[in-house]
């Protein structure tokens, strides 16, 4: 099994930024693509942005130009940088990986618990 757990989340200001983090965990399995999906009170959860193993990204053309998403593969940690921050943006943000058990095909989902965001002055 992965675990990930997510941090970073927070109240700001319209306007303002946040990072969040997202560490994952478990032995025998290598991570591969990761990213960020948020869900909004009575809105179902939405893709904010994704990142390969390789670095290739893809965001929700809400967020372009204003979240970026990195990643660490030695710590296998995925980051989201998020400025010019609106109240839309407001939402629980959850972390996902697929990873791959080592020496198999057996490919898994994770999900973490999410991060709540609140962006309001």
């Known amino acids: 099994q992965v675990q990930l757990v997510e941090s970073g989340g927070g109240l700001v200001q319209p306007g303002g930024s946040l990072r969040l983090s997202c560490a994952a965990s478990?032995?025998?399995?290598?991570?591969?693509?990761m990213g960020w999906y948020r869900q909004a009170p009575g809105k179902e959860r939405e893709l904010v942005a994704a990142?390969?193993?390789?670095?290739?990204?893809n965001y929700a053309d809400s967020v372009k130009g204003r979240f970026t998403i990195s990643r660490d593969n030695a710590k296998n940690t995925v980051y989201l940088q998020m400025n010019s921050l609106k109240p839309e943006d407001t939402a629980v943000y959850y972390c996902?990986?697929?990873?791959?058990?080592?020496?198999?095909?057996?490919?898994?989902?994770?999900w973490g618990k999410g991060t709540l965001v609140t962006v309001s002055s």
């Open positions: 996902n990986a697929e990873a791959l058990k080592i020496g198999t095909v057996t490919r898994m989902e994770s």
């Open positions: 478990g032995s025998g399995f290598r991570i591969n693509a």
């Open positions: 990142i390969t193993r390789g670095g290739d990204t």
